[in-house]
């Protein structure tokens, strides 16, 4: 069957496909006749259309929107018959690469590939249904946890009580993004970052030249079953120490912020 | 300024070239203290309610169609042109709001971060930055340093420069619905002068250096939430399990510009 065809690459994670090939150099599509540019795909893409690869090797083939004018001239005209390649690249575009809008500025992911070429390799929504699990995640740590938190996979400070001001339905929808951050905080390879935080013999100094004395924190690798039970209790002790409310979305707007965590000097977390 | 002090202004904005607004120049999140210090600190966490929302709609996109509605709206807020949506964008939205659950999960390990760091870290006199540094990145930003540690990586939605006059939320939206998918990262300000907190250390290898991000497959957060991630596949790998893949083939490169000081002028993309 195979040993003749284009040879397949090895496949991508997640039966992603190969992205189209973008060349390094381009014909300047502002002009006509220009020659050839370094290729800027932020600000190139819209040029650019791709289809599904027919060959099905590689995921997408590209071809410019515009061809590229062609030599007018009888001479060439009359070449190009004699070679039959009128129209050989003139294949319908599934596609469209580049910015999806004009005059609004994107990320430069989204300004390189569009958004279309982006669905369809699998990178916006998929056709596998609603998510099987939402409420599955649980930590490695969960069965090491004293007796009193084991039966909860919610880790003790992100528990209901710990969230201000955020009533039932909206801690339900939240369920699942809780239950995944305790799966992330309660690690034992997350777990070293606390400890080296909370451990005066994990920090270093060192002297940068401009920004001048500074610390480093030295993350252990491994640490022992004591070390982990240790930095348990240190992150549960949180929950005299902190808490969760919803930020005024004009506040967070102010601070340019998805989120932010306040000192509180002098109160307590519970009178808050 | 005062030396008690650091933190705070280490975290304040940078005055940014608007050029530099493709860079990511958005601040994931922001650490406050107050100039007075003692060992430990009470703190709080302001969240977004947008992602509990986005939730909520998507659980009720049976009954009512505002979920579906955000898709919409926000495609006409980008002035997107329909020769540049994908097919059923506003349909498809099974497994949408995992990008909204992952990344308020990110965040919320990440704003705890900073609140354990003030009860625990302890920086008597100021003389440090509010912050230590984690390996070798040049910016004391914990949480993020923390998401390096975990995740390999930082996770991001897409996003869209609103246009002038646009309604304050629409930015904050689209980072908890997160409706053109995530992106992660390694260097999160890339390309920043020494002094407020970026290192001298490593600014050769920073400004020589491309600004690279990578899409996250949507297939990858499904997996999260399957029986056998959790059973199967984090107790045998630990975090491993869940690190975001980054596929080399699918990522933007923004290459520094000519101008060794100032890479991001005239900085393209590959």
Redesign the interface.
């Known amino acids: 069957m195979n040993g003749v065809g284009p040879e397949r690459p090895p496949p ?5 496909p ?2 189209p090939s ?1 060349p ?1 150099r381009i014909q300047d599509p502002q002009y006509a006749y220009g020659g050839q540019i ?6 190139h893409g819209k040029y650019f259309g791709a289809r599904d690869d027919p060959s099905g090797a590689r995921g997408f083939e590209i071809r410019p929107l515009n061809k590229p004018k062609k030599d007018q001239s009888l001479k060439a005209s009359l070449k190009r018959k004699r070679n039959d390649d009128e129209d050989d690249d003139e294949w319908d575009i599934q596609y ?1 690469l ?19 070429v ?17 409420l ?3 930590s ?1 740590y969960l069965s090491k946890r004293p007796e009193e938190w084991r039966r909860d996979a919610v880790h003790p ?2 528990r209901q009580d710990m969230w ?1 001001e ?1 009533d039932d ?2 801690y339900l ?2 369920k ?3 239950l ?2 305790s ?3 309660d ?4 777990m ?3 400890y080296a ?2 451990t ?1 013999s994990c ?1 270093e100094d060192f002297i ?4 001048g ?5 030295r ?1 252990p690798d491994s640490p022992t079953q004591e070390q982990q039970a240790w930095t348990f209790q ?2 549960c ?2 929950r005299q ?7 005024d ?5 102010k ?15 519970a009178s ?1 | 300024m005062d030396s008690g002090d650091t933190g705070h202004h280490c975290c304040k ?1 940078v005055s940014y070239p608007s050029c530099l ?4 120049l ?9 100039g ?1 210090r ?1 060992h ?13 929302t986005a ?2 709609n998507w ?1 009720d996109k049976d009954t009512r169609s505002d979920y579906a509605d955000f898709f919409t709206n926000i495609l006409d807020t ?4 329909r ?7 506003e349909q ?5 709001p ?1 990008r ?3 990344l ?19 920086n008597p006199l100021g ?3 509010d912050e ?3 390996g070798d990145s040049r910016f ?1 930003e ?1 949480g993020h ?2 998401m390096l ?3 390999s990586s930082i996770p991001i939605a ?6 002038m006059g646009t309604p ?2 629409i ?2 939206q689209v ?1 908890a619905y997160a409706p ?2 995530i ?1 992660v990262m390694e260097k999160w300000q890339p390309w920043l002068p ?2 407020n ?5 490593g600014i050769k290898n920073d400004f020589t250096s491309p600004t690279t ?8 957060l ?6 056998d ?2 059973t199967v596949k ?2 045998r790998f ?2 491993d399990a ?1 690190r975001f ?1 980054k ?1 080399p ?2 990522a ?1 490169h ?1 290459m520094p510009g000519p101008n060794p000081v100032k890479p991001a002028e005239k900085s ?3």
């Open positions: 991508l994670p997640y039966g992603i190969y992205p973008l390094l370094d290729a800027d795909w932020a600000k469209r580049g910015r999806p809008s004009e005059s609004v500025p994107w990320i430069d992911l989204v300004a390189k590939w569009g958004l279309q982006l669905d369809k390799a699998g990178f916006l929504n998929l056709d596998l249904g609603p998510p099987k699990s939402l599955a995640p649980q490695r400070v992100f201000r955020v339905v909206e929808n939240l699942p993004a809780i995944l951050a799966a992330l905080l690690d034992p390879t997350t070293c970052v606390f935080l909370a005066p920090w940068d030249p401009n920004v004395l500074c610390r480093r924190l993350v240190k992150i002790d949180m120490w902190t808490c969760f409310y919803w930020e979305p004009d506040v967070l707007y601070e340019g912020a998805l989120a932010w965590t306040q000192a509180t000097q002098g109160t307590t977390a808050l | 904005p607004w493709n860079h990511v958005l601040r994931l999140s922001r650490t406050s203290s107050d007075a003692r430990t600190k009470h703190s709080r966490i302001g969240m977004s309610r947008h992602y509990s939730i909520q659980r980008a002035r997107t042109s020769t540049h949506i994908p097919p059923n964008f498809n939205l099974d497994s949408a995992l909204t659950i992952v308020f999960a990110a965040l919320l390990v990440h704003e705890f971060a900073h609140a354990f760091r003030m009860a625990y870290y302890s003389v440090y930055q230590p540094w984690i004391n914990l340093a923390l540690h975990m995740l897409n996003f869209f420069k609103p246009p304050t939320q930015k904050a980072d053109f998918g992106f020494a002094g907190g970026f290192l001298q250390k991000h990578f899409p996250v497959p949507q297939r990858q499904y997996d999260y939430f399957t029986e991630m959790w984090v107790p630990g975090l869940l893949v596929i083939e699918w933007s923004r393209t993309v590959r």
